[in-house]
């Protein structure tokens, strides 16, 4: 069973394609893009050494050389050393502006080979192939590159569309249960902005999603895309629409770079706590209904993942430091905070004045440090 979705962008859609063993596939889809039979395959070591061969088979078949760069595994890869690192590895294989560079592996090494496709030559075209549940339905679609800064989370980086997306179901075979709630985390996170169907159907089917029952992934991760897709040809650079898949990030992103983006909280976990915080900070502000933000707080628990600060290690975390990196946000302007907030499950909007200090008010209150 497989899913289809076109990103419609002018002069530059593309096609994700969802399914089992779709990197099987990979060398003929390949084959047309390129200029000449060779590829820069980017990987971590760790997707290295449980796919790496058989995505190699699969060039290798369709006549595709591929020259494999491996990263080390991890955010911390995704800073200036890494994109200076990788740019170099590239260099070095004389990548050439008609060539093709592939992303294969999680969001970090998405993000990094993203970014250093698109400044690499003032440019070359790139495959995202995730092998993470997160990538599949998220950080793989819509073009968003970057790599941190110790002032914050994606803070420099660039809009780059993939050629293509393949998100092969079956490597999450091998992803460890902690990696699969980070992805499950994003895909809730469609259900609480947008569609409040999903977000019930999740309800129901989140076990099945989690134990990667193949019907249950094949919606999940086909309806996340989809509505991506939709919301990323409306709005490509974010100026409107597009942010609303921030909804829990600004929190998150604070959280992450407080955590100094250590092991002990992914950026998936993150995300799960930032749209429990959304949720209940739209309570707050007299926005949303108490038994929304439950539910959305139950579902989120059921999954594993982390609904209150006080589930975080790391902690105790400062309220005044948490609001200041939230001050250095990308969508921060004129010392007024922007949220993705909400008024019902399926109803999130951009909140574009948000008063630093009722959000200071509302961290000491779930338990922050001032």
Not at 81 to 107: K, P, Q, S, T
Not at 130 to 136: N, R
Not at 191 to 215: I, K, N, Y
Request: one cysteine or more; hydrophobic letters at 50%.
């Amino acid at each position: 069973m497989k899913h289809a979705t076109r990103v419609a962008l002018a002069g530059r859609s593309y096609e994700v394609v969802i399914g089992r063993d779709v990197i099987d596939e990979a060398g003929a889809r390949l084959a047309p893009m390129l200029a000449r039979p060779f590829v820069a395959l980017v990987m971590d070591e760790t997707v290295q050494g449980l796919h790496g061969p058989r995505l190699t088979r699969a060039l290798n078949a369709a006549g595709i050389a591929a020259k494999p760069i491996v990263i080390p595994p991890g955010e911390g890869a995704k800073s200036f050393a890494g994109l200076e690192a990788l740019c170099d590895e590239l260099l070095a294989l004389d990548l050439e502006r008609g060539d093709l560079a592939v992303a294969f592996g999680g969001g970090v090494v998405g993000d990094l080979a993203g970014f250093a496709a698109a400044i690499y030559k003032r440019g070359v075209d790139f495959v995202q192939i995730p092998t993470t549940l997160l990538a599949q339905v998220d950080s793989s679609v819509g073009g968003k590159t970057a790599i941190d800064t110790p002032r914050g989370k994606n803070l420099i980086g660039a809009f780059h569309q993939p050629r293509l997306v393949l998100a092969d179901l079956a490597l999450l075979d091998t992803l460890p249960d902690r990696e699969m709630r980070c992805g499950f985390a994003e895909v809730l996170k469609y259900g609480l902005l947008g569609d409040a169907a999903f977000f019930a159907w999740l309800e129901s089917h989140g076990p099945r999603v989690l134990a990667r029952d193949a019907d249950a992934l094949v919606h999940a991760v086909g309806q996340s895309v989809d509505m991506k897709a939709r919301i990323v040809a409306e709005d490509e650079r974010e100026g409107g629409a597009r942010a609303l898949l921030n909804l829990g990030h600004t929190f998150a992103h604070a959280l992450e770079v407080e955590s100094g983006f250590g092991d002990h909280l992914k950026h998936g976990e993150a995300v799960a706590l930032g749209c429990a915080l959304a949720f209940r900070f739209s309570v707050r502000l007299g926005l949303c209904p108490a038994a929304d933000s439950d539910r959305a707080d139950r579902l989120i628990a059921a999954s594993g993942l982390p609904t209150r600060l006080a589930d975080l290690e790391g902690g105790p975390f400062s309220a005044d430091a948490l609001v200041e990196r939230m001050a250095q946000d990308k969508k921060a302007k004129a010392g007024r905070l922007t949220f993705i907030l909400a008024r019902a499950i399926g109803e999130a909007f951009v909140a574009g004045d948000v008063d630093p200090d009722a959000v200071h008010r509302f961290l000491i209150d779930e338990g922050a440090t001032q």
